[in-house]
């Protein structure tokens, strides 16, 4: 029987790589100001025009509440849409994992089905 190789070193050396990625950016630039792209934008827009720029629109549910929403509740949904977006992906991926899975021996899987159709006409 042969003895499994620990990699004890590697995981911690990764661990201790994976927290000085999350915690210099902290420190690197004290009173930094983050804008998002929307700002950056706009920005730039209104140094090439020479004019104050006007959005064309306000977003829908700024104008159904009556002002901007709070920064925690934009995080929110940030975090909502990015989660169904990543759940869409992932059952993308599995089903087409577990339909190789599932496939009957000598069944060729329906995409090379239909290029054998379109092939042979």
Do not use: H
């Amino acid at each position: 029987m042969e003895k499994k190789k620990s990699n004890k070193g590697l995981i911690i050396a990764l661990l201790a790589l994976a927290v000085l990625i999350a915690v210099v950016p902290l420190f690197a630039q004290r009173g930094a100001d983050f804008g998002g792209s929307d700002d950056a934008g706009s920005q730039m827009v209104s140094e090439i025009t020479g004019t104050e720029y006007e959005p064309w629109f306000t977003p829908v549910l700024e104008t159904m509440l009556g002002g901007e929403l709070p920064g925690e509740v934009e995080s929110l949904l940030f975090c909502v849409q990015t989660g169904i977006g990543v759940g869409i992906i992932a059952f993308g991926f599995g089903y087409l994992v577990a339909r190789r899975k599932y496939q009957k021996p000598g069944e060729t899987p329906r995409a090379d089905r239909a290029a054998g159709k379109a092939g042979a006409v």
